[in-house]
């Protein structure tokens, strides 16, 4: 059975939104190795409607090593609009139901990167085993927040490093 685990660059006054605005200066071996731990263990990319239009629109048409794997990695999108999915390997995901059988039948992380709204409804449906944030030591004041307008969910803190840059790498699981 898969997990689902949620990635996100975060700002210490909580913005999730821009990071390559932001997020760079902090950028080092010790978060370089950090991501590539999590990208072992990813069996695919789990992202709502928006993320995949942006990231389809781009990724395709790239042509660095990153882009390699985020091509040919297999990606499933939770969508109740989008008919057509034009990006290789990509499925569509009509709800919950749907990706609780993915997920039973997945051996390894179904991720989400960059998906705000999707991880606070599938937090809501249960579905979310694990919340990594890279907390980084900057107010950014402006821009999308994680978790707006959302209901409580009570977080563990499952493990925590500190980066020399300062910034925290956090990882939470929902309590029972």
């Known amino acids: 059975m898969g997990r689902i685990v949620s990635n996100f660059f975060m700002s210490l006054d909580g913005v999730v939104e821009a990071p390559d605005q932001w997020h760079m200066p902090y950028f080092n071996d010790e978060m370089g190795a950090a991501i590539g731990q999590g990208m072992a263990t990813n069996k695919a990319f789990l992202m709502g409607r928006k993320l995949y239009e942006e990231w389809a629109g781009f990724w ?14 297999p990606k499933y999108v939770v969508s109740s609009s989008l008919q057509t999915a034009s990006w290789s390997n990509t499925t569509i995901v009509a709800g919950a139901h749907q990706l609780r059988e993915i997920k039973d ?10 998906s705000a709204t999707l991880v606070r409804s599938l937090l809501a449906e249960g579905l979310v085993d694990e919340l990594r944030v890279l907390v980084h030591p900057i107010v950014v004041g402006h821009g999308a927040r994680l978790f707006e307008d959302s209901t409580s969910h009570a977080l563990e803190l499952v493990s925590n490093d500190r980066f020399s840059t300062g910034v925290l790498n956090l990882a939470y699981a929902p309590t029972a």
């Open 60 to 73: 395709p048409n790239s042509d660095d090593e990153f882009a390699d794997f985020l091509n040919s990695h």
């Open 105 to 114: 039948a997945t051996d390894g992380d179904l991720v989400i990167s960059g």
